[in-house]
């Protein structure tokens, strides 16, 4: 059963860090890229930051310099190290393979507030 479990969110202040965490049960989590994105209130759900099952690292305008995605294979685990937290940065958290496999794979995402 395909499923992605996210955590780490939390309220942070501005300026604040976060590291969050992706559990994925999926079977060719090490030959598929993933991908973290976010849902802000009355926003379309985007693309944060993806990586390719090499290492290679793709990020928002938005968010480059200060986000940083990882993963460790072994673990089948997919990580977005979040620093210099910014307002807008409030968003639902998610993640998935990127491109998506199926809308019907989106988790419960992890809330990130930031605020003061």
């Known amino acids: 059963q395909v499923q992605f479990v996210e955590s780490g969110g939390g309220l942070v202040q501005p300026g604040g860090s976060l590291r969050l965490s992706c559990a994925a049960s999926?079977?060719?989590?090490?030959?598929?890229?993933m991908g973290w994105y976010r849902q802000a209130p009355g926003k379309q759900r985007e693309m944060v930051a993806s990586?390719?099952?090499?290492?290679?690292?793709n990020y928002a305008d938005s968010v480059k310099g200060r986000f940083t995605i990882t993963r460790d294979n072994a673990k089948n685990t997919a990580y977005l190290q979040m620093i210099d937290l910014e307002v807008d940065d409030t968003a639902v958290y998610y993640c998935?393979?990127?491109?998506?496999?199926?809308?019907?794979?989106w988790g419960q995402g992890t809330q990130v507030t930031v605020s003061s």
């Open positions: 998935q393979t990127n491109p998506p496999l199926s809308e019907r794979y």
């Open positions: 990586i390719t099952p090499g290492g290679a690292e």
């Open positions: 999926i079977g060719i989590f090490r030959i598929t890229t």
